[in-house]
């Protein structure tokens, strides 16, 4: 009898509500396994993200697009590391405060001439590239020294070869900037074909200061008008060396070297006669126009100086011509940095501020 009722007991039929308890518990159960996913996947997320954003994504953030050619963080970082090299073997100084700022612009430079050097019909071999791999590893050939072809072959392949581990790049990416280079240097050349050979200069003697220095200008500039003598106060007050060893002495110059500010002053000056302070991109002058000719002929240096800047002038002109977009930020500079191996000859000093 009692058998009987054990098994009418265990066949009892589930009531509502055990049946809403036990869905409830396993709709519980569900959500816990499911949280409990979610907090793993985010556990591992989070240092894997926190990896990506360190190691994988500043790499490939934009740093400058022309068109639809861009350079990323990566390759700028290649061609930073290469212009780390470069100064410390020339056993120059590496100033972190201004040099990655300028390869910004010089990779905006080279990416404007690379398009646009087609269309002046100004090209490049693979065979000029390769010669001038060659000349930078080797240097230039001594027409008095005979060499071995094998053992300058030799010698070229290791240099290269030991080149390219330092600074990252592949032969395909280093010879693009030897070709980028060499576009550089023809197109100037063909710009330069327009500077005049003859032209009016003026022959000056001047007195420079940064705009950075500590000395007053004003007071400078009255220590010329009270009658000075200008070259022993160009000796002691100018931040140029060469003016320093020449007495102020700054050649002839014609119009465009240095801006139309400074055109306007010096072109209007008598001989003889003491300019007032001038305030330039670069700095203070103060000058004195020693003589004027209206038609002289340029200078090896003053030509080569009004090539740079026909060059600088077609290149403000092509930025307006094509999209160039630039995006370059502290934080981009500050991980660009971390990535350069320490060098002696880093200098940070204009880095404040950034």
Not at 189 to 207: C, D, W
Request: net charge negative; proline share 5%.
């Amino acid at each position: 009898m009692s058998s009987r009722k054990q098994t009418s007991s265990s066949r009892r039929p589930v009531s509502r509500r055990q049946l809403s308890r036990r869905q409830r518990e396993k709709r519980l159960q569900h959500l816990v396994w499911a949280l409990g996913a979610f907090f793993l996947v985010l556990i591992v997320a989070i240092p894997g993200y926190a990896s990506y954003a360190e190691y994988y994504r500043p790499p490939r953030q934009l740093v400058v697009r022309v068109n639809d050619t861009t350079y990323n963080m990566g390759y700028y970082v290649k061609m930073l590391r290469l212009f780390q090299i470069l100064s410390t073997a020339q056993g120059q100084e590496f100033n972190l405060g201004l040099v990655p700022f300028e390869l910004v612009q010089l990779l905006e430079d080279n990416e404007l001439i690379r398009q646009g050097a087609p269309r002046l019909d100004i090209s490049v071999t693979a065979e000029d590239v390769s010669q001038e791999i060659r000349m930078r590893i080797l240097g230039p050939p001594d027409p008095e020294e005979e060499e071995d072809p094998a053992k300058l072959d030799k010698e070229f392949q290791q240099g290269y070869r030991q080149l390219l581990e330092i600074v990252r790049f592949s032969d395909k990416e280093y010879r693009r900037i030897v070709e980028i280079d060499l576009l550089r240097e023809k197109l100037r050349e063909q710009l330069g074909l327009q500077v005049p050979t003859v032209a009016e200069q003026v022959h000056l003697q001047g007195i420079f200061f940064s705009s950075e220095t500590e000395k007053n200008p004003e007071e400078i500039a009255n220590r010329v008008a009270a009658g000075e003598e200008f070259s022993a106060l160009s000796r002691e007050l100018s931040e140029d060396d060469t003016l320093k060893e020449n007495d102020g002495d700054m050649g002839w110059l014609p119009r465009g070297i240095v801006g139309e500010k400074f055109d306007e002053v010096v072109f209007n000056l008598e001989p003889g006669k003491v300019s007032e302070l001038i305030a330039t991109s670069e700095g203070y002058y103060v000058l004195r126009l020693l003589e004027k000719a209206t038609a002289r002929e340029i200078e090896e240096g003053a030509r080569e100086a009004l090539k740079d800047q026909a060059l600088a002038k077609w290149l403000s002109e092509e930025r307006g011509r094509n999209e160039v977009v630039r995006s370059f930020d502290s934080k981009k500079y500050e991980w660009a940095v971390q990535q350069l191996p320490p060098s002696s000859s880093q200098s940070s000093e204009s880095s404040e501020g950034i």
